[in-house]
């Protein structure tokens, strides 16, 4: 038997705050709340859902996971983002594949990627 992906999940401190962040970034709604604990953010057209869950502990360190997201337009992308409350962190380049590594409210990082001019 194999497994299959089910959600990508976020440690964090405040997870209805941080679903403010996440449901504007991504377009979605919150589609489950236990009791602003454990909050599932679920795509509108159906994809892979995001769960924020709430954890006693502060981030430290570097993610060791991360999201990475793509889209046509990385630059009006990140200041979209950024606008919304995250803040970048550094950009990168490879030949074909460009991206910038941003990080949440709450210091979650995550990428967002479009192939290289």
């Known amino acids: 038997m194999a497994i299959r992906m089910g959600m990508i999940t976020i440690d964090c401190a405040n997870p209805r705050g941080l679903a403010e962040f996440w449901t504007a970034a991504l377009g979605t709604e919150v589609a489950q709340d236990y ?4 909050l ?4 509108a ?8 869950q709430r954890v006693p502990e502060p981030r430290a360190g570097k993610n060791r996971v ?4 793509g889209t046509d337009n990385r630059a009006e992308e ?6 919304l ?3 970048e962190v550094e950009e990168h380049e490879v030949p074909g ?3 910038t590594v941003l990080v949440d409210p709450e210091g979650n990082e995550f990428c ?6």
Not at 40 to 43: E, G, R
Not at 112 to 117: E, I, K, R, T
């Open 35 to 38: 009791e602003g604990e454990f």
């Open 40 to 43: 599932i953010l679920a795509p």
């Open 45 to 52: 057209g159906g994809g892979l859902p995001l769960a924020l």
């Open 66 to 69: 991360h999201v990475d997201f």
């Open 78 to 83: 990140v200041r979209r983002l950024v606008g």
């Open 85 to 87: 409350g995250a803040k």
């Open 97 to 99: 594949l460009a991206w």
């Open 112 to 117: 967002v990627s479009a192939q290289a001019q």
